[in-house]
């Protein structure tokens, strides 16, 4: 009798940790009839994006090593919109939007596209920000770094090592993210814990010992060779 007890218990604490860290996907398509909105539904697919929505997802709670509940942002349910609009995509209150124009005039390999840019805008819904004190071109730079480490980039980005200033985002920051999780693993991951409040240059300092603009020279000097 006890150990039936214990057992119903522990499927009962199972369920209820379950339905916790779940995660609703919904895909909506409300591009019509556009070219982009034909070229999503033939090779693309609802199916195919709630999967890679999941995906993202697992992959990026790997990424900032959040193992638990707590540790990662409360979100309940993301919505993917696909519509026309301009831009490329764009992630706000658990929700991203992807632009059918650009699905539709995409004209490398659609999917694998797609999918770098779902990882990308994923990231958002996931990482700290710092309470919005976080700089814009840090905030791009993980979600890029996500990317590349998924290996979904596309070929028109920047080479390591290539670059102007370290905070301008993009490709560009998540090359140099990624020199910097380099010298010392799980950089990024703490990086992002230590934003979920708030965000100060001496985060950096205190992870690797060095200020930004000193690993940036470091970084620069080591493709310069």
Request: charged share 20%.
């Amino acid at each position: 009798m006890f150990h039936c007890k214990f057992v119903l218990s522990l499927l009962v604490s199972l369920a209820v940790l379950q339905s916790i860290s779940a995660v609703d996907y919904v895909v909506t398509n409300k591009a019509g009839s556009s070219g982009g909105s034909v070229r999503f539904k033939h090779e693309i697919g609802i199916p195919y994006s709630k999967q890679t929505l999941e995906s993202a997802t697992k992959f990026i709670w790997k990424i900032f090593q959040q193992n638990s509940v707590a540790e990662r942002k409360n979100v309940q349910k993301v919505t993917l919109i696909i519509e026309n609009m301009d831009g490329v995509a764009y992630a706000v209150n658990n929700e991203i939007h992807v632009n059918a124009n650009y699905l539709g005039n995409y004209t490398g390999d659609l999917k694998r596209e797609f999918t770098g840019v779902l990882y990308h805008e994923m990231t958002h819904i996931w990482q700290w920000d710092g309470n919005g004190q976080t700089p814009g071109g840090l905030i791009e730079g993980i979600a890029d770094y996500v990317r590349l480490k998924a290996k979904y980039i596309p070929s028109h980005w920047v080479k390591p090592g290539q670059g102007d200033k370290w905070d301008k985002g993009y490709d560009v920051t998540a090359r140099f993210l990624d020199y910097c999780n380099s010298l010392k693993s799980g950089f990024v991951a703490e990086l992002n814990k230590k934003m979920r409040s708030g965000y100060k240059a001496t985060y950096v300092v205190n992870l690797l010992g060095k200020t930004v603009d000193q690993l940036w020279s470091d970084y620069k000097a080591k493709y310069s060779q």
